[in-house]
């Protein structure tokens, strides 16, 4: 896809990055937000169309075959997540786009775009620390934690192979480091 610019926020989950991504949005109205298909249930506070587009399996395996995703991942045993071509084509008229995506899904958006694309991982500032979020947070079942940490020691690994590291230690410390990349990405 020619010059189009993408940002991408990647992480394991409940190191901060949705959260970072909310801020980076309002700091930048610019900035577009590219709304992900899943086939995970909808938590209470997230709204179809404006968080995700929450698909059935079935719809969401008819999407594959007829090429609508850039990228997709089963992020989650039967929880699949992806990014739509038509959401990228549309919001890139209106400014740069952000995706907040798994890290499996960053590399191949890295790989899509090369240089079009500035891909930040963001990383909790321990593991421990990941565990009370994600603990704090109250939103996962024990299968459903488990599933995400071990999940989390594979993506830390890989966090030196992406753009830039974000280590979100003090919230507005990262929210404002990551503008700062973003900022020196777009103007290059
Ligand atoms: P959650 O269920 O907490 O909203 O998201 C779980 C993980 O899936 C997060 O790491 C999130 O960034 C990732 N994710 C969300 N949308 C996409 C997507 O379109 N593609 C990929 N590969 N991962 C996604």
Redesign the pocket.
């Known amino acids: 896809m020619p010059d189009q610019n993408v940002v991408v926020l ?2 394991p ?1 409940g190191a901060g ?2 959260t970072i991504a909310h801020r980076v949005l309002e700091e930048m109205p610019e900035m577009q937000f590219s709304v ?3 086939t ?1 249930d909808a938590r209470s506070d997230e709204t179809d169309g404006e968080d ?1 587009y929450f698909l059935s399996l079935d719809e969401f395996q008819r999407r594959i075959d007829h090429g609508d995703l850039l ?3 089963e ?1 989650y045993p039967d ?1 699949l ?3 739509l071509r038509s959401e990228i084509e549309t919001k890139s008229k209106e400014g740069p786009v952000l ?4 890290v ?2 960053a590399t191949n958006v890295k790989e899509a775009f090369g240089d079009d694309a500035l891909v930040l991982f963001v990383a909790p500032p321990s593991k421990e620390e990941l565990q009370n979020r994600l603990q704090g947070r109250g939103t996962e079942d024990d299968r459903s934690m488990a599933d995400r940490l071990a999940r989390a020691d594979r993506e830390l690994e890989k966090a030196d192979t992406f753009d830039g590291v974000v280590v979100n230690d003090e919230l507005e410390a990262a929210v404002q480091e990551t503008l700062d990349r973003i900022h020196q990405f777009l103007s290059s």
Not at 99 to 102: F, N, T
């Open positions: 990647t992480a989950s990055k949705t992900s298909a899943t995970r995700y990228e997709y991942e992020v929880q997540y992806g990014t995706l907040d995506i798994d499996d899904g």
